[in-house]
């Protein structure tokens, strides 16, 4: 009875203790605010003999930076993850796209880990920050603004903020809660997620083919281990996720392109395909970032790079602006946030929803202008070099 009457106080409420969730906590403790995180169900413990977990991101330079100076990317690399130089694009082998990390002079485009170990790199910072609070396995059920916040768990307890993040997802409670609409839909086609262990030496590669059915794609992992991502029907994807490894990996080498090295299966997955957009990004004192205010097609891979771009807005507009004094400056700082973030996030996923329509048929004027395209992009050395340097986020 004494906990369901607790009432903790604090400048700002987090909503979700995943990657974006808890790299806003961090940020916003390194300047000077006292900030609660509520997560429902926090990530399982590292144990380097775990097998590799099916939700792989390739994260940017930009979000590596930002993993960095929120003093989590040594954590992450102390478990596994693997540097990939060249990133392939094509749909026909004669028009393929191939980026290179030389050409930017730059060490590696990015790092392919594993979500849940960019997550526990995180909650390692989180742990030793006094200013921030952790509560586990507990979920908002209301939330009522006025000049300050106040959120009532599903244990009872209550926090009372001067403003909230939502950052818990694309059902994102928090958003609706605080009555923030949304548009969006679901993709005809889903995603198969396989994990596999490759023969031979690790790649530094990852690559994508698109095909009327949907892009095919492998991303390299850490020791030789490998992510393939298949876009299909939702019917083939149940037909696929159901047979036996054997029978599978049949399947995938019938129609996966030939740079797929042999490997072994060791896991399967499927995840649906959704676009979903808020409709605003705040009300009151509640301000969205991540998937809660913006899924879009991973098609390039760039959904968690989006999310923490939004972090780095917000956090750099605080470095800006201040702490918000008042609910105006409040108003102030989110509607700059919203500003800063609306578009880039509304460019990308119209991109990606363009890719998609564009190459998800087999009419032949359509297949001629989009292999002219990649042929384009390829011989053109200053827009390759723009290209990359927009999907890096540098």
Known sequence: MEQQQQKINADVCVVGGGMVGMATAIGLVRRGFQVVVIEHQPPAP?????PC?????????????????LGAWAAVQAMRTLPYKRLAVWENPAARVEFNADELDLPELGYMVENRLVQLGLYQVASSLQQLTLLEQVAVTSLHSDERVLLTLSDGRQIDAGWVVGADGGRSQVRELAGIGTTGWQYAQQCLAVTIKTHGEPQDITWQQFTPNGPMAFLPLYDGHGSLVWYHSAANVARLRAMTPDKLKQEIVAHFPPELVDFDILQVGSFPLTRLHANHYYRDNVVLLGDAAHCINPLAGQGVNLGFRDVAALLALLDEQGHPANRAALAQLFAAYEAKRRKDNLLMMSGMDGFYAAFSNDIKPLKWLRNLAFAGVAKIAPLKKQVL?????I
């Open 46 to 50: 590292f144990d380097a003999a775990q």
């Open 53 to 69: 977990d099916l939700r792989v991101s390739a994260f940017s330079r930009a979000s590596q930076q930002l993993l960095d100076q």
């Open 389 to 393: 340097r927009y999907a890096l986020g």
